[in-house]
């Protein structure tokens, strides 16, 4: 049973709009979550995180959102841009557990 | 340049050949870990390593070994390699409770046919 989830495999998007890509978890223990950008042929790269603690953390363009009650989190690019093109893991965290959502793949159209 | 150097990139073997994939992180890390990537699971860890000698297992141990005799490197092993174990295998490394998340190393593409 996946803890983690990315319900679309994929999401496209015209350049210069808004990409939501959205991210549920099961578990209550998670206590921060983070999410990752790969392109292809390259390693996971951190992107942004967010502690339990709060609800919305933005770094440039992209912002990510937590609902804790409703075991939610978004990452919100905005604009959004060509080179935003690739695959976004949303990972959680508690302890030395550390659990990937199977991605989910943007791309962005000029 | 920090990073995580995974050896090597490609890798076709057969049914049972012993394998080892390496990996090292100049970072000066304390936690390594190994994941396999796969279509639609994402990525799962396979074990991890706390610090010099400590290691554990992740969600997908099976038919695999590692040894963390140094700090800085953290190879994997597959003692006979199966087609099932046919994937793409990242190592990353973090600070111990630092939360800043991984650094990954840029993949290894293993196929046993």
């Known amino acids: 049973d996946q803890q983690v989830k990315q319900n679309s495999p994929s999401l496209s998007v015209q350049e210069g709009r808004i990409s939501i890509l959205n991210c549920d978890y099961t578990?209550?223990?998670?206590?921060?979550f983070l999410w990752y950008k790969k392109y292809p042929a390259e390693g996971p790269t951190f992107l942004i995180s967010?502690?339990?603690?709060?609800d919305k953390n933005e770094d440039g363009r992209f912002t990510v959102f937590l609902n804790k009650s409703a075991k939610h989190l978004s990452l919100h690019i905005v604009p959004s841009q060509p080179g935003d093109s690739a695959v976004y893991f949303c990972?959680?965290?508690?302890?030395?557990?550390?659990?990937f959502g199977p991605g989910t793949r943007l791309s962005v159209l000029p | 340049e920090a990073q995580v150097t995974q050896n090597p990139r490609y890798l076709i073997t057969v049914t049972g050949k012993k394998l080892t994939v390496t990996c090292s992180q100049n970072?000066?890390?304390?936690?390594m870990s190994w994941y396999r990537q796969d279509p639609g699971l994402g990525l799962r860890q396979i074990y991890y390593?706390?610090?010099?000698?400590?290691?554990d297992k992740g969600d997908v141990p099976e038919g695999y070994k590692v040894s963390r005799k140094e700090k800085r490197n953290f190879p994997l092993i597959l003692e006979s390699p199966s087609p099932n174990q046919t994937s793409l295998y990242f190592c990353?490394?973090?600070?111990?409770?630092?939360?800043?998340?991984?650094?990954f190393g840029s993949g290894t593409r293993l196929t046993v046919v």
């Open positions: 990353a490394s973090s600070n111990v409770g630092a939360n800043y998340g991984y650094t």
């Open positions: 578990n209550s223990m998670f206590d921060y």
């Open positions: 967010i502690s339990s603690i709060k």
């Open positions: 990972a959680a965290t508690y302890g030395q557990n550390f659990v």
């Open positions: 970072m000066n890390h304390e936690y």
């Open positions: 390593s706390m610090n010099v000698e400590v290691t």
